[in-house]
Nanobody, 115 residues
Framework: QVQVVESGGGLVQPGGSLTLSCAAS????????MGWYRQAPGKQREWIAH???????TYVDSVKGRFTISRDNAKNTVYLQMNSLKPEDTAVYYC?????????WGQGTQVTVSS
């Protein structure tokens, strides 16, 4: 089973920025569509962005224009650059394949947006 490790979360003030990373132990990473998901307290996990093997990107409306997903196939890593963070972005962030989640879920990385 493929493992992923998310990192880069933390506490940031509203309007701040963070960059998340997700490293996957997969030999087929470059052909996988990869997604970022998040789970806020008391809510279900939701998809927020994905990137195809051809590097085309799609975002949920709530993060469009603020978040950027990218990938480095040489490092088997997908990134999420988050700008103009809002308190409602507070959640645990996860990565996995998209649309089917083929990888094992990682521990996630906590993002807290608060003043």
């Amino acid at each position: 089973q493929v493992q992923v490790v998310e990192s880069g979360g933390g506490l940031v003030q509203p309007g701040g920025s963070l960059t998340l990373s997700c490293a996957a132990s997969s030999s087929s990473f470059s052909v996988r569509w990869m997604g970022w998901y998040r789970q806020a307290p008391g809510k279900q996990r939701e998809w927020i962005a994905h990137i195809t093997s051809a590097a085309r990107t799609t975002y949920v409306d709530s993060v469009k224009g603020r978040f950027t997903i990218s990938r480095d196939n040489a490092k088997n890593t997908v990134y999420l650059q988050m700008n103009s963070l809002k308190p409602e972005d507070t959640a645990v962030y996860y990565c996995n394949t998209y649309p089917q989640r083929f990888f094992s879920w990682g521990q996630g990385t906590q993002v807290t947006v608060s003043s």
